[in-house]
């Protein structure tokens, strides 16, 4: 699943491809895809174009040139975003399966642009979607994505807040590490890969309850949410097969992970334990039960 720092990267790729390109036609090929009505979707967006690209979590934002409205785009678990023109092919979001004879059986919905530019949304599960909305109902969207990393609302302040409930005593949650920092209602952007890696980078194990955790444990989450995403970002996201960016350039954080995806091998860290992988909340999550306490 595309997260926050490949839907950043997608972000980035498409606001130097699709701005200010006049949208010619759209084809609505599955119509679960579009959360609209189909022939409000196509009649609305035809002859618009996109004046910017956004992004809350892991939603793409498109703000269209009628600015009361806007196309939201969410990849989900399989969903890609895959721009061509006559010189290139470039996508981005999930790995797999391999684009090829676009359109292709998983090519959902299409636009397209000028001079054979198009731009194709393509789902192998169909948990994506696409969904024009008004200022009001986007707004009403965005305010139930938590604090996300690299933002000015990601303060420490804000981060211990939500470590604890509404008991008066502000007593911490007895749930795992793990799924508190999953929830998009309270951190926005974070998916199993990069929770891994910041419990790592943490010392801190996924499955410990919150409510035993310390200040300075939830400290040093803090700290290494900022580090990790702000590393792959740089890093142009996670690659796994044949996953490209929108400027076609391969991700290469996986060079940098030091757990996810390695459950049995040498921990890279301590060099001492085997990683150990477990299920936790239907999630796969590998650690260090040296590293991490």
């Known amino acids: 699943m595309p997260e926050l720092p490949e839907v950043e990267t997608i972000r980035q790729g498409l606001r130097q491809n699709i701005l200010a390109k006049k949208i010619i036609a759209v084809e609505v090929k599955k119509k679960n895809i579009v959360k609209n009505p189909k022939k409000y979707f196509v009649d609305f967006l035809q002859n618009q174009h996109f004046v910017d690209v956004s992004r809350i979590g892991k939603l793409l934002i498109f703000h269209l040139q009628n600015k009361d409205y806007f196309l939201l785009i969410h990849l989900k678990m399989t969903g890609q975003l895959i721009y061509q023109d006559k010189k290139q092919t470039l996508a981005g979001g999930h790995s797999g399966p391999k684009i090829t004879d676009l359109p292709n059986k998983y090519s959902h919905v299409i636009f397209h642009f000028p001079q054979d530019v198009k731009l194709f949304f393509n789902d192998l599960r169909q948990f994506g979607y696409l969904k024009i909305v008004n200022q009001q109902d986007k707004d009403k969207i965005v305010a139930q994505f938590g604090i996300e990393p690299l933002q000015a609302n990601f303060t420490f302040a804000n981060f211990l807040s939500i470590f ?77 097969s044949d996953y490209r960016d929108t400027d076609g350039k391969a991700g290469n954080f996986s060079d940098y992970l030091k757990v996810y995806g390695r459950g049995g091998e040498e921990c890279l860290t301590c060099r001492q334990e085997s990683l150990t992988k477990i299920k936790l909340n239907g999630r796969g999550t590998v650690f260090c039960s040296v590293c991490q306490q």
């Open 164 to 240: 604890k409930t509404k008991h008066p005593k502000g007593a911490y949650l007895k749930i795992p590490v793990k799924a508190l920092l999953l929830n998009q209602k309270l951190i926005a952007g974070l998916g199993n890969i990069y929770v891994d890696e910041v419990c790592h980078q943490a010392g801190v194990l996924p499955q410990r309850l919150v409510n035993t955790l310390k200040v300075e444990d939830i400290q040093k989450l803090f700290k290494a949410c900022q580090k990790i995403i702000k590393l792959a970002i740089a890093k142009r996201g996670t690659t796994f």
